[in-house]
């Protein structure tokens, strides 16, 4: 019954790869996001998706996209993996009244390192 | 664009007493606020918030403190348990930023046994 949910938990690849990582939301919220947090913990917005549709997108590398087959799951596709790519990515959902961001939760997080 | 800290400032108390976390946030028009606590190898998870029509908000053992004249958020944690330690960020909910969250930098708490 977990609310947010993403897969893989860990994930190792070699540079120039191509990496999906998956995420899933059963509270009913319309609209979910990405978040990369670096080492340093920094925790920053990539992407938000509002019923299938990208609503922001922050100065990412198109090497990201953000993909949503339906409004409980937003996936993200990463391509030519860099180095620079090694972080914690959170995916987070929350519902959208009156333009607004209400409440987010997130999952658990998925550790991406590029060797 | 968002501050970013160099190091993360870690505040160490003993179990049992209370821990004053602060944040400050740039932004006067921000309306909504929340704190997360971000335990290790796990996602931010929602302690509390705060709208900003409130000065202060309670909780179980949190309350939250609102000062807009000098854009100053505090999370105050009675009687801090070893459960306690985390890494807490504050988010505000931020009108130029199409109503997104930005997250401040994050203040590590450490119960000392």
């Known amino acids: 019954d977990t609310a947010v949910s993403q897969t893989p938990k860990y994930l190792v690849t070699q540079m120039g790869n191509d990496k999906s990582i998956k995420c899933e939301q059963n509270l009913g919220h319309d609209t979910m996001y990405w978040y990369k947090q670096d080492s340093k913990k920094f925790l920053k917005i990539m992407f938000s998706?509002?019923?299938?549709?990208?609503?922001i997108n922050e100065t990412v590398p198109n090497r990201f996209s953000p993909k949503s087959p339906d409004k409980a799951h937003l996936n993200l596709h990463i391509n030519s993996l860099e180095l620079g790519d090694s972080a914690v990515y959170f995916c987070?959902?929350?519902?959208?009244?009156?333009?607004?961001?209400?409440?987010?939760?997130f999952g658990p997080g998925t550790r991406l390192t590029v060797l | 664009g968002e501050s970013v800290g160099l190091h993360l400032p870690t505040l160490s108390v003993q179990e049992g007493d209370n821990s004053i976390i602060n944040c400050a946030y740039s932004n006067s028009a921000s309306d909504y606020f929340i704190w997360y606590k971000q335990e290790s190898g796990k996602g931010p998870q929602f302690i509390i918030d705060?709208?900003?029509?409130?000065d202060k908000r309670q909780g179980q053992r949190v309350t939250v403190l609102l000062n807009k004249t000098v854009k100053h958020l505090s999370l105050q944690i009675a009687a801090t348990q070893p459960g306690d330690s985390a890494v807490y960020f504050c988010?505000?909910?931020?009108?130029?930023?199409?109503?997104?969250?930005?997250f401040g930098p994050g203040t590590r708490l450490s119960v000392l046994p």
């Open positions: 705060i709208r900003s029509n409130m």
């Open positions: 998706y509002n019923n299938k549709e990208l609503i």
């Open positions: 987070a959902s929350s519902h959208l009244t009156g333009g607004r961001t209400d409440t987010q939760y």
């Open positions: 988010a505000e909910r931020r009108e130029n930023y199409g109503q997104n969250f930005v």
